[in-house]
């Protein structure tokens, strides 16, 4: 039986009895929805490539990657919506007061994408200068980026509502909700797109904005009757100042991982054989990225069951095991039948250069998974403790990395690929390093804390009382759950 302590004070998921079954069925919506989200891009693609010729296709896809990689790097700080309302939300006012906020922000970068697309000035810097696009590039830009302009405020409100779902173990409703969004894609593209004759960036844009409407609107409209909406007040709200301290470096620590495909690939352009080692490296990542997606479990699965230690100790169990398989199928994939199968006539490589390079960059990415791994734990282990700062920290201590080499040595004697993979590695190992520091002093307790994150900040004037209190509460769920 549950006390009163437990009962009262801790939320949902800290009651909730935690098995390895439990988080199995917890976890498989998701990973279904993570791989789920990596094949709408080729669904597009595949469109484009239908109503374009051969001299269209090249223009149009080059346009629509151009505006794609533009639109999510500004409002890509609305990612953070999921876990940050997996951790805050726990009562209507905490609902209303974190879509205030991230309505707000969404508001935000929104105009910026409107400026963007609208200044002139502006955006020839952007897609001219920047990202080196040519001037018919540029102009079917245009369009597309402003469709994208309502991007920003769908991707917090889903990322809210999903955040909702994950916190009241229901994962299936994001796994449904994705689910809607790819079908809805799909039926777009080819059931309405490939047989009218639009750019690349409008039908991107569109095939986006109508697959993320149907996904918002599900895991809204699935909230009715959750807590998160029907309780009127379950402990304190964080006050707008408290919530940008919290929401805000997490924020700019998605922002800030943005520079890094751009970075790895100016690295490649330094490096010799650049077009080869890029080429590789594109196919490389899209595939490799499929399969890793499922480590993007680990943030939903630690912001809502890390609540005691012997939790936490089933969960760094079971990500373990996940990543010790995708080691394995990743080391599968640089075999040479299977790079044959995959590559050659999956993806149609047929140049025998990128091939042997596809494969060496295959070889130096094993150990990736357990670096990434790590660097998901430890952000989701801030995320939980409230010490948010670390995350952006770490971001940009990996970034700084990055930027040495990128301005630093003579590379051309390298191959790309191997820089490339080592570089992005080396980004994860510094970054999870800077964050492991924030683990000291109160850091690690505070992340197990199963208390709210507002009622934890009420107690941030008496620390050790507040520590006490932690590892009380999680010796007392432990108790109660073996």
């Excluded at 296709?57 to 151009?66: G, I, P």
């Excluded at 479990?297 to 990500?319: D, E, Q, Y």
């Amino acid at each position: 039986m549950t006390s009163t302590l437990v009962s009262a004070e801790a939320p949902a998921s800290a009651r909730s009895p935690i098995t390895l079954g439990f988080l199995i069925r917890f976890s498989g919506p998701l990973v279904a929805t993570f791989l789920m989200m990596a094949a709408a891009a080729p669904i597009i693609v595949h469109g484009i490539s239908w109503i374009k010729d051969a001299e269209g296709e090249r223009v149009h896809l080059s346009a629509f990657l151009l505006v794609g990689a533009v639109a999510v790097f500004i409002y890509s700080p609305m990612f953070v919506s999921r876990d940050v309302a997996n951790r805050t939300v726990t009562d209507r006012a905490s609902f209303v007061r974190s879509t205030w906020f991230f309505m707000f922000w969404s508001a935000v970068a929104a105009v910026i994408l409107l400026w963007v697309g609208q200044v002139d000035a502006v955006r020839h810097f952007v897609f001219g200068k920047v990202l080196h696009g040519t001037a018919e590039t540029e102009h079917l830009a245009i369009n597309g980026l402003r469709l994208f302009a309502v991007m920003p405020f769908l991707a917090a409100l889903r990322g809210l509502g999903q955040g909702c779902h994950i916190n009241n173990g229901e994962t299936w409703h994001v796994g449904i909700g994705t689910a809607l969004r790819l079908v809805a894609i799909a039926v777009f593209v080819y059931g309405f797109a490939v047989w009218h004759d639009m750019s690349g960036p409008v039908l991107g844009a569109l095939t986006y904005l109508i697959g993320m409407t149907v996904e918002t609107a599900y895991v809204l409209f699935t909230l009715r009757g959750k807590p998160q909406l029907t309780r009127i007040e379950s402990g304190p709200t964080l006050t707008f100042r408290q919530f940008t301290r919290y929401a805000g470096p997490l924020m700019l620590g998605s922002f800030l991982l943005q520079f890094c495909p751009p970075m790895l690939i100016y690295i490649i352009n330094r490096a010799g054989l650049p077009a080869e080692n890029a080429a590789a490296f594109s196919v490389t990542r899209d595939c490799f990225w499929f399969v890793v997606s499922v480590l993007l479990i680990v943030p939903p699965l630690v912001v809502t069951h890390a609540t005691s230690l012997r939790n936490l100790r089933l969960l760094l169990g079971l990500c373990v095991a996940v990543t010790a398989v995708l080691t394995a199928l990743t080391g599968l994939l640089a075999m040479p039948a299977v790079r044959d199968e995959v590559f050659v006539r999956v993806f149609r490589v047929n140049n025998e250069t990128i091939l042997s390079l596809i494969s060496v960059g295959l070889l130096w990415v094993l150990p990736t998974p357990a670096l990434m791994f790590l660097n998901y734990l430890v952000a989701a282990l801030h995320t939980r403790s409230g010490r948010t700062g670390w995350v952006t920290a770490g971001n940009l201590a990996g970034l700084l990395f990055l930027l040495a080499v990128a301005v630093g040595p003579d590379l051309s004697d390298n191959r790309g690929i191997v820089l490339a993979v080592v570089c992005n590695a080396v980004f994860l190992l510094v970054s999870t390093l800077v964050q492991a520091i924030g683990l000291f002093g109160g850091g690690f307790a505070a992340a197990i804390d199963p208390s709210s994150l507002a009622e934890r900040l009420q107690n941030r004037h008496r620390p050790a009382a507040a520590t006490a209190e932690s590892v009380t509460r999680s010796a007392e769920i432990d108790r109660q759950r073996v």
